[in-house]
């Protein structure tokens, strides 16, 4: 698989596209299309961000890092699909500040699903300028985050 900076492309405009040019795009993404060669970008996108319940998440965020803390609240003070820029300004962060975050935060995703290849983020474009970036996470995952970080 060849790697790429991403992307952007609307659902109605995918939906224009050919089969065999949807199958490629949801390919390049990592999505399977075995199960369904028209599947739309919005479900493609759904079913590639990570589900964590509330009790998941507090496993999760016990024991975490000050600095993982204080980014992923800011995750939960955003929408589910948000800028990157956006959350990250508060902090006075750059993606440089938050890297070993970000693996930090991938590996926790997978030792608390039991799935080696589960994400907590589900990049929906990405840029090398953060303020162009968009990331997203499942909605359950973020409403377990607001859940348990803004209402203490």
């Known amino acids: 698989m060849s790697s790429f900076d991403g992307f952007l492309i609307s659902e109605a405009s995918f939906k224009r596209l050919s089969a065999n040019c949807q199958t490629e795009v949801l390919r390049l993404l990592g999505v399977s299309t075995e199960t369904s060669k028209a599947a739309s970008v919005s479900d493609a996108l759904k079913t590639s961000a990570t589900k964590l319940s509330v009790n998941e998440m507090r496993k999760f965020l ?80 973020h409403a377990a985050l607001r859940e348990l970080l803004l209402k203490q």
């Open 62 to 141: 016990d024991g975490v890092q000050d600095k993982t803390r204080k980014l992923l609240t800011e995750i939960a003070k955003a929408e589910t699909r948000f800028n990157v820029g956006e959350v990250l300004r508060p902090l006075g962060w750059s993606y440089s500040d938050i890297r070993g975050i970000l693996a930090g935060i991938t590996k926790r995703t997978r030792t608390i699903s039991g799935k080696p290849d589960a994400e907590f983020f589900m990049s929906v474009v990405w840029d090398d300028d953060v303020n162009k970036a968009v990331s997203e996470i499942h909605p359950t995952t």
